[in-house]
């Protein structure tokens, strides 16, 4: 999630304008949560210095890209670094092609080049590609390049975490023993803006960013991928995590729209609709049902709760049944008429979080920013990994989320060094790792000023009956709590191509060394248990 989504930690009126609303949302983890601006834009990554190329494959890309609302290319760039690779997956060699660079987006209308996509493919040679699938990996933010997803969850190669320590990650790569590469190939995309993606002229970055324009923009580029590697029969699957949810659900029916069948999608760490999250919009404004089991799952794991579960999953399950049942009583006739909660109500509050009686009486309908502040007394606790915690005041809490200070410098650094020395693609810029374009972006869609695209993931799975849905949700992620995306994703009705897992662990809960084994093995088989229809 670099400035992938990530939640400014503000809330939004909607009578306000819905931009300042979702810029303040999702903007930092690729993914969907919080944090202050400072937290969600890490410091630029220092350029490459370009060296003649010496070894077999590598591009020296003379081109100078920017991020900046008003920048755009003057033409179309496809050239790439194809490099040789290799892994020791089980004790054995496992080969695959690295290919870094640019794909050019055609307007579907004009059927002139809109935008040059910067991209890393990781291939298999030799397997039937109707029986390979193809999978495209991007973050959230709005703003976030794919560098979470890319060296922290199922690549070949990733960065060493520490999570939930609440200590600096270091920058190493290691050989990624939970790499899908056996399952699948694997495309990490950067959006416009971001990494080194950019417009082509007339364009501008800024015309793409927006819902619809951005969601357009990355189909384009699946269809350019698809057509320029031959990859009409493979399964193609989309995975996308925070922003890069809505973002899926989009891409999903604009591909089927355009006769390009989606076989799978992977949600990860899910906001569909902005509209249910009331990490976005104002205290009392609508009802943090969707928070509740979080909290109770997250004092659970700091030991507040009272009292201390025995069985985790069934603490969850009650936790559940109570925000659904009990506070959602008492909460409709809050937002209707302040009306004062129940003792009884306030006293279950208190059991699943041990915050005191007085707190949740002033605080019923309580936010994400208020609990992430007041979780643990003397702490602040991460808003996309509430388990990482540091003391107030600390140089760990001081850009607002002590879960992305630990791990942002090591991402950032880390994508710098692997691009040159490892993938041997050297730039004359910097690679945007994030940009805080939040305040710039256009989120209404579909007549709403903030996106609901339930309905557009309802369209993709009418387009495409068989295809299959994987929601992966961590149980300490308080920037898109799990129990939201169960009430979003039931809307859809009970469908047995919907499947949800959930793992002790936070927004990118890859991050997390047994939340990545567990989620790996949940892969494989949501994996292979794709299959092409004609």
């Known amino acids: 999630m670099a400035n992938p989504t990530k939640l400014h930690g503000r809330r939004f009126d909607l009578r306000a304008a819905a931009v300042a609303a979702c810029a303040a949302l999702l903007v930092a983890c690729g993914g969907g949560g919080g944090g202050s601006s400072a937290a969600i834009t890490p410091a630029p990554t220092p350029p490459v210095t370009p060296t003649p190329p010496a070894v077999p494959g590598a591009f020296d890309d003379t081109l100078a890209y920017s991020s900046l609302a008003n920048a755009s290319l003057s033409a179309p760039n496809e050239s790439a670094a194809v490099i040789a690779s290799h892994i020791q997956l089980n004790g054995q060699q496992f080969n695959y092609t690295a290919t870094t660079g640019h794909l050019t987006a055609t307007d579907v209308r004009t059927g002139k080049a809109s935008a040059s996509f910067f991209y890393v493919a990781y291939t298999v040679a030799g397997a039937a590609a109707a029986r390979r699938s193809v999978t495209f990996f991007y973050n959230g933010g709005p703003g976030s390049s794919s560098i979470y997803l890319h060296l922290g969850s199922f690549g070949p190669r990733r960065l060493v975490s520490t999570i939930p320590n609440a200590t600096v990650m270091p920058v190493q790569l290691v050989d990624n023993q939970e790499t899908l590469l056996a399952q699948s190939d694997l495309v990490f995309v950067d959006a416009i803006g971001t990494g080194y993606s950019q417009a082509i002229a007339p364009n501008t970055n ?97 030991q507040r709760s009272n009292p201390l579960p025995t069985n985790f999953s069934g603490y969850v399950q009650q936790a559940r049944n109570f925000a659904a049942g009990d506070y959602r009583s008492a909460m409709t006739a809050y937002l209707a008429s302040k009306v004062a909660p129940p003792s009884g109500v306030i006293a279950q509050l208190v059991g699943y979080t041990g915050l005191p009686v007085l707190t949740w009486q002033q605080n019923f309908d309580m936010g994400p920013d208020y609990y992430q502040r007041n979780a643990v007394p003397g702490r602040l606790v991460g ?139 949940d892969l494989i088989n949501f994996f292979n248990s794709v299959t092409v229809t004609p």
């Open 206 to 302: 800024q015309s793409f960013w927006g819902v619809d324009a951005d969601a357009a923009a990355f189909r384009d580029f699946v269809q350019r991928y698809v057509a320029v590697n031959q990859r009409e029969a493979s399964p193609k699957i989309l995975f996308g995590e925070s922003y890069g949810t809505p973002r899926t659900a989009v891409l999903a029916n604009l591909l089927e729209l355009a006769g390009v069948q989606v076989a799978a999608v992977v949600l990860q760490s899910s906001i569909m609709d902005y509209n249910s999250n009331c990490g976005v919009l104002d205290p009392g404004a609508i009802s943090c049902e969707g928070h509740i089991p979080t909290y109770a799952a997250t004092s659970a794991y700091y």
């Open 383 to 521: 808003r996309y990994d509430a388990r990482v915690s540091a003391p107030t005041g600390s140089a760990l809490t001081v850009d607002g989320d002590p879960s992305l200070t630990v791990i942002n410098s090591a991402f950032v650094n880390g994508i710098a060094g692997y691009l040159s020395d490892e993938l041997h693609y050297s730039a004359r810029s910097r690679y945007t790792s994030s940009n805080d374009i939040g305040g710039q972006w256009d989120f209404s869609h579909d007549g709403k000023q903030l996106p609901d695209t339930i309905p557009d993931l309802a369209a993709a799975m009418t387009l495409s009956p068989t295809m299959k849905v994987l929601s992966v949700n961590g149980y300490h992620d308080l920037a898109t709590p799990f129990h939201q995306t169960e009430l979003d994703l039931a809307r859809l009705g009970a469908n047995p191509l919907i499947v949800l897992k959930y793992y002790a662990s936070g927004h990118m809960t890859y991050l997390d060394d047994t939340a990545r084994r567990a989620q790996q093995m």
